[in-house]
């Protein structure tokens, strides 16, 4: 068997390949799995399922928390991140940490815009919370 | 997950040596695949920016509604699992030819690496179905100037704003031009003889008029612009992303072929292809997430 190959000259050991493919499936069909719950979650979307704002967004949250097991499984399974050493691990994942804030920042920042623009800078309150907003528009000018 | 156990007395800094037990190449590869991470995920921040910032954004069940060969059914979500799936199913495949390189079964990775390949031009097929699908859409929308036109879908126009209520229709007719509704009225005889052009070209305004208040059309307004910029931007990046994946899978698996890596003596190349592939993957997690799911 040639197991345990020293791949190149700065690496120090070598680990044995794991010997059979269980868990490469088990995330498959957990991946897959994942999948078919957002689709079944999406498709109530679509069919308006929820009802009121708040659940939909709760809904929303819920998609989002299953997307991120999807990307915690395939990093750390099927690009190996979980097999390497800690240091490794931590070189990747500590920067990506500043995605909490950049995201958190960026729709505030964005929110805020939305709300400036319709209390025109803050002069005026708000129409209403618009969801389709020129439909009144092109009636009245008609 | 686990890490590696390390033997004791290890002289990590001495030099000569990697800190990580993990070769240069590989080390660079993750590196490379972070500050990707950070291209795609600017992009997509910016989009929900953006999304935020206004008071109206498409419906993407409205959008992305349409299967090949199933007409103008009403599918929502359908084509796209359907390429999510693609992806998922390379993925395996790619792990699994990791995993036939790390056993040095040439016959067992190139096995795989044909399916990931497979894969992979199965998916962008797929994109390139939904993109001309889209692009070469007619959908009837109400234009800023009170007219009816056909609108695509494009980076600087889309149809997918909210619907234009019945009562409005009857005005916007009277506002537009001929040749407009000789369009509006021709796309209503989609599948009917191909003859039918030539007879709305001929027919007077009122006429028209009054055929395209009996089809009782659907007409929306126009929606965001930034819409189409960020679909059609951030999907073709990661399709790019898709090419160049499956172009390195081609390399790879001639390369394999070729005994190279069985001379080489290890199968590393493949576990970095696996890395850049798997991360495409990754990737299409969140647009996925993004553009179709909420």
């Known amino acids: 068997m040639s197991e345990h190959v020293i791949t190149s000259p700065e690496v120090s050991f070598a680990t044995a390949p794991s010997s059979g493919t269980g868990r490469i ?21 679509a069919r308006h399922w929820y009802g009121s704002s708040g659940m ?16 915690y499984y395939i990093v750390s399974v099927f690009m190996h991140l979980g ?13 990506l940490c500043l995605f909490i804030w950049f995201i958190a920042a960026f729709l505030w920042d964005g929110d805020s815009w939305k709300n400036l623009r319709n209390t025109n800078g803050g002069s005026k309150k708000a129409d209403t919370e618009q969801v389709a907003p020129a439909v009144k528009e092109q009636g009245a000018k008609d | 997950m686990a890490t590696a156990a390390i033997p004791a007395g290890t002289k990590w800094w001495n030099g000569g040596r990697s800190p990580f037990n993990a070769s240069y190449g590989k080390v660079m590869m993750w590196y490379f695949l972070m500050s990707d991470a950070f291209t795609f995920g600017a992009f997509l921040i910016s989009y929900g920016t953006i999304r935020f910032s206004v008071n109206y954004w498409p419906d993407p069940n409205r959008v992305f509604n349409a299967f090949p060969g199933f007409g103008h059914m009403d599918l929502p979500l359908a084509f796209v699992s359907l390429m999510t799936f693609i992806l998922i199913a390379s993925s395996v495949t790619m792990v699994l030819a990791v995993h036939a390189g790390h056993h040095m079964n040439r016959k067992g990775v190139e096995k795989y690496m044909f399916w990931t390949i497979l894969g992979g031009i199965a998916f962008l097929g797929c994109q390139a179905w939904e993109w001309t699908h889209l692009l070469t859409g007619e959908h009837i929308s109400i234009l800023d100037n009170g007219s009816l036109s056909i609108l695509p879908t494009t980076v600087t126009g889309n149809p997918w704003g909210a619907d234009l209520p019945h009562e409005a229709i009857a005005a916007a007719l009277q506002k537009t031009p001929h040749d407009q509704l000789v369009s509006i009225a021709s796309t209503l005889h989609h599948g009917a003889e191909t003859g039918a052009h030539h007879d709305v070209a001929k027919m007077a305004d009122g006429e028209l008029v009054k055929m395209i208040q009996a089809a009782n059309v659907h007409v929306t307004q126009t929606g965001p612009r930034a819409f189409g910029g960020y679909f059609f931007g951030i999907t073709g990046f990661h399709g790019f992303h898709v090419l160049s994946g499956v172009v390195i899978n081609i390399i790879m698996y001639y390369k394999t072929k070729l005994g190279h890596f069985d001379q080489r003596g290890h199968y590393e190349m493949i576990e970095k292809t696996g890395l850049y592939w798997h991360f495409v993957d990754l990737v299409w997690v969140f647009v996925f997430l993004c553009f179709y799911l909420i």
């Open chain 1, 56 to 71: 939909i967004l709760f809904v929303k949250g819920v998609i989002c928390i299953l997307s991120l097991a999807k990307a």
């Open chain 1, 83 to 95: 097999d390497e050493i800690r240091n490794m691990i931590m070189t990747i994942v500590v920067p």
């Open chain 1, 25 to 45: 499936w088990r995330v498959f069909w957990l991946l897959s799995a994942i999948t078919v719950v957002e689709l079944v979650l999406g498709f109530g979307l």
